[in-house]
């Protein structure tokens, strides 16, 4: 009995000791071969996509393996600043405002055309807040076909009475929701250095049927009737309603602001190399042209041809990239902790 | 004390050996993290660049004493107490239940209260995510009774009731743990007497139970006021809790100094919660010694006051029943009313434990349900049959390599943690040493406190080591938690060890360590087994300290999944988490077959 006890726990011991072994060299074959770029993106489809058309040729070509970090974007700019000194991603996605922020603080690269030639094709636009900007999105309004009849054709039909309870407005900050306060601002008399009477035109919204943060949470509220309107990026509308979803957009007359997807490389990464090679092929013609067709994200790159139906979908070429609203973005990113301050106690409350 | 007989070595340097390697793991893991943090929190910060000006101030502190703050305080204290206020009423019937009954049943409704607790947090929030959700299964119940629909989540409503699905099992095991000590034939004696069966209950079981309730619903409100996961995720980030704050002070908005005051403030919170709970807990361990004059003297005021209250409630009652009695007596129609009443009132009688039982568990197949659906959007009940997210897990590798970081992570984590917690066991059980009491408290302590301010001092400390998103520093943050269960579960088998084996084994010539290995091992190696699985899942299924401390290349699986569901509901993770609750039911059959699952304790 004790001899056959203590062969168990031999047993089990060799077991433990060897399946931590086995795991160790296994992960360490897939992971530890040759070099490990991580990047920071969004989850969902412009995973699938990356997958597809960024990392495959990226992995092919390199040999280096490809972690994805997913998640929004708040996190991942948070995470820039507090591990600047030792930054655990090599390339992180941001949204207009805080690709502008990190640029002027000093925690970003440069862009470098000579490891990145597709820069050189970029739109001005594209360019502005100091990184590689990859897509070009237009926050309009996205409306429940369901219940709504007469399309808005002004940011103002939010306020309608007959509308009250069935607008939702989007977490601030974040690209539809600073979008929104600052267009909500704008119709009622204000602008960005006067957020006042935006700050106001939201609490008349209240009650809020949600106050959205994720794509499929919203598209989850249309579908089922909760939310009538809501500010949103054209390319995830044309998606959910490609899937049948009940709901389409329109820019409307006052404008719709631009917002930029932009890829940043932090400083202090210990593969910038890696990384001009991974963004370049996100600029390329297969990667913008996929990211049009399934996402309807316009291309920053000068050069892509798309097709000529997908062409309507979306600001395409320069005099349509032009139309768009650029807000005073500077400003907004100097304002955005305080009015995050202001809609935490004003608005959510 | 109970220790007091068993003790029988004196020695100074023993002790110090077999303590210090835990020590080192909690001083490095645990001490210097908490002193930075209460250093930083005098600092100046700059909020949004996460630069700190080195120079003395109390501002921090200061700063929160504004309204949005103390609201912010008052509203996690409101959550707090709904759910502990909850917790009792759903899970003393069920503690009750279990306390009464015997064999098979008392061990599958043990099962049932144990598999959640043993599941991982954010598996079980995404069960109560789709259970809550406006057009789950709650809302499409009252859809169908004709009651409008609730908004649970996000929200506050949501964020309670997923609270006390998450912590009620700690109440139930707390006050079950007390009713098996009760004789309920005090209760029979009760009714020979006269007293009815509320009576009964009323007046002999429920205060007998009181140290239970007490002990209980100290501990559910110290989790749930501490707790980050499940208020995050259920309420959508919109519900500003305590926990939340810290983590967007420090995390978001990157103003260190303000995070690390309000995290002290917590701090203190919690200790002086702790303090009450420990004070509980020991006065109750008292109620199992047949010493009945200390009895008295601890319990003397604490009874009282509840007596009074029990007096005083029973009055009450009394005085309601009396009111009816008169009332049915008006005429037959009441009457009939009242009959109808009562056989609808001991129908739900019947069957409202289940109902409670129900609510525990179901949340759990629910997300196994979930994942076996073909539609890509998470609704009830799910569309199809399908197992791609089964098979998608191994399209996204990342899964699957967080997966084997969180294995790797947690069989270090038992080796280390079962051998060095042992150690420190032994000398805390078997050597009369001072200060004895106050390691053996220290040792437990990061158990105690809100994982959200180890998290953050870790996060301090990491960094400035240069450890953040490491796999050591993440091992150290989980090894002085696992440590700590490891102590907690060998002491608890130690206590119950009859020394003079290992004395006649000494007697007999065996050195100390073939004594070790030859008598005491195997003696406490059922506790050792429990502990090295405790371990395990405390250590693969940590989420908060590590959503602090992981990045980039080492993140863990769940908090790969907690920020997945922060994002939004996504198929792939209901199978995952799918996987993980099997995992829970494995460990629980295992301790069940090792130990027993009366035996299992949770102080």
């Known amino acids: 009995m004790k001899v056959k006890n203590k062969i168990f726990l031999g047993i089990f011991i060799l077991m433990l000791l060897g399946m931590l072994m086995m795991f160790n060299s296994f992960a360490q074959g897939k992971i530890g071969e040759g070099r490990t770029l991580a990047v920071g993106i969004w989850g969902g489809p412009q995973e699938v996509l990356i997958r597809e058309y960024v990392i495959k040729p990226f992995e092919a070509e390199t040999g280096a393996t490809v972690e994805l970090v997913l998640g929004g974007s708040s996190g991942r700019f948070a995470r820039l600043y507090a591990e600047k000194d030792n930054p655990t991603m090599d390339i992180l996605y941001l949204g207009l405002g805080q690709t502008i922020q990190a640029d002027k603080d000093g925690v970003i690269m440069p862009p470098n055309p000579a490891n990145v030639p597709e820069y050189d094709n970029l739109y001005p636009q594209a360019k502005a807040p100091g990184a590689y900007g990859v897509a070009f999105l237009a926050v309009g309004i996205m409306y429940n076909t369901k219940e709504v009849t007469t399309p808005p054709t002004s940011w103002k039909d939010l306020w309608k ?36 009477p935006g700050i106001e035109a939201l609490k008349e919204l209240k009650p809020f049927p949600a106050i959205l943060s994720g794509v499929d949470e919203t598209n989850l509220a249309f579908q089922q009737g909760d939310v009538w309107f809501a500010p949103q990026i054209h390319g995830y509308v044309y998606t959910f309603k490609a899937q049948g979803g009940p709901v389409d957009f329109v820019i409307p007359e006052e404008g719709a602001p631009l917002a930029i ?18 963004i370049n092929y996100h600029l390329g013609q297969k990667a913008q042209e996929a990211f049009a067709k399934e996402m309807y994200y316009a291309p920053t790159n000068k050069t892509v041809v798309l097709a000529a139906d997908l062409v309507s979908k979306m600001p395409y070429g320069p005099e349509e990239v032009g139309k768009l609203l650029v807000l005073d973005n500077k400003t907004i990113s100097e304002k955005s902790s305080e009015w995050a301050e202001r809609w935490n106690r004003e608005i959510l409350k | 004390m109970i220790f007091n007989k068993q003790i029988i070595h004196k020695s100074k340097y023993i002790p110090a050996i077999l303590l210090s390697p835990g020590l080192l793991i909690l001083t490095l893991g645990f001490f210097i993290p908490l002193i930075m943090l209460f250093v930083i929190s005098f600092y100046k910060g700059v909020p949004g660049s996460g630069l700190m000006v080195e120079e003395f101030t109390t501002g921090n502190y200061l700063r929160f004493f504004d309204a949005y703050y ?23 019937p069920v503690a009750l239940v279990i306390a009464r009954s015997s064999g098979k049943i008392k061990s599958i409704l043990l099962a049932i209260v144990l598999v959640p607790l043993l599941t991982n947090v954010v598996a079980r929030t995404l069960g109560l995510m789709i259970i809550l959700g406006r057009h789950g299964p709650v809302n499409q119940l009252l859809d169908l009774l004709g009651v409008p629909k609730i908004n649970f989540i996000p929200g506050e409503l949501g964020i309670i009731v997923g609270l006390t699905q998450v912590f009620m099992p700690y109440m139930i095991l707390s006050i079950s743990s007390v009713l098996s000590n009760i004789d309920f034939s005090l209760e029979d004696a009760a009714r020979d007497l006269g007293s009815s069966k509320f009576g009964a209950f009323w007046k002999v079981t429920f205060p007998l139970s009181m140290s239970g309730i007490v002990a209980g619903s100290l501990f559910v409100f110290l989790l749930s006021f501490s707790s980050y996961v499940t208020p995050r995720l259920l309420g959508g980030g919109k519900v500003m809790v305590i926990t939340m704050l810290i983590y967007q002070q420090a995390m978001q908005l990157l103003n260190w100094p303000f995070a690390a005051a309000v995290a002290v403030i917590l701090l203190i919170l ?44 029973y009055d009450r009652v009394t005085a309601a029943r009396l009111a009816v009695d008169v009332l049915t007596q008006k005429s037959a129609l009441i009457r009939v009313l009242a009959t109808l009443g009562l056989y609808f009132g001991k129908f739900f009688i019947k069957t409202w434990k289940i109902f409670i039982v129900l609510f525990i568990i179901v949340p759990l197949p629910l997300v196994i349900l979930s994942s076996f659906s073909a539609s890509s959007m998470i609704t009830f009940p799910p569309t199809g049959f399908s197992i791609r997210w089964y098979t998608g897990i191994f399209e996204r590798m990342e899964y699957v390599r967080s997966f084997l970081l969180s294995l790797r992570l947690s069989l270090l984590c038992v080796l280390i943690s079962v051998s060095v917690g042992t150690l420190a066991s032994l000398a805390l059980a078997r050597y009369n040493f001072r200060g004895r009491e106050i390691i053996r408290s220290v040792f437990l302590s990061p158990l105690m406190l809100p994982a959200v301010i180890v998290g953050l001092a870790l996060l301090r400390f990491l960094a400035s080591i240069r450890w953040v998103a490491t796999f050591q520093g993440i091992l150290l943050a989980h090894l002085i938690l696992t440590t700590a269960y490891v102590i907690r579960t060998v002491s608890s088998s130690l206590v119950g060890f009859d020394n003079s084996l290992e004395e006649a084994a000494r007697d007999l010539g065996a050195s100390a360590f073939y004594t070790l290995r030859k008598v005491i091992l195997p003696l406490i190696k059922p506790g050792l087994i429990v502990a090295a699985i405790f371990a395990f899942i405390v250590s693969f299924d940590e989420t908060t300290v590590s959503i602090f401390i992981t990045g980039g290349r080492t993140i863990t699986l769940p908090v790969r999944i907690f920020s997945q569901l922060e994002y939004g509901l996504d198929p792939t993770v209901t199978a995952i988490s799918s996987l993980l609750i099997l995992m829970a039911v494995i460990a629980l059959f295992i301790i069940g077959e090792v130990f027993g699952l009366d035996k299992f304790s949770i102080k």
């Open chain 1, 161 to 196: 009475p007959e509308y009250k309870g069935k607008v939702a407005p989007f977490v601030f900050p974040g690209t539809q929701g600073t979008a929104f306060l600052v267009m909500a601002a704008k119709v009622h008399g204000g602008d960005e250095n006067n957020i006042d």
């Open chain 1, 261 to 278: 997807n932009s890829a940043v490389i932090p400083i202090n990464s210990k593969n910038v190399d890696l990384a001009e090679i991974f």
């Open chain 2, 70 to 92: 103390i609201e912010v305080l008052l509203r996690t204290f409101k959550i707090a107490i709904y759910t502990t206020i909850l917790s009792l009423i759903l899970g003393y």
């Open chain 2, 270 to 313: 919690s200790i002086v919660l702790v303090t009450f709970y420990t004070k509980a807990t020991t006065s109750s361990k008292l109620i199992d010694t047949p010493v009945y004059g200390d009895f008295q003297k601890n319990h003397f005021s604490f009874q009282d006051f509840f007596r009074k209250i029990n007096d005083w409630r």
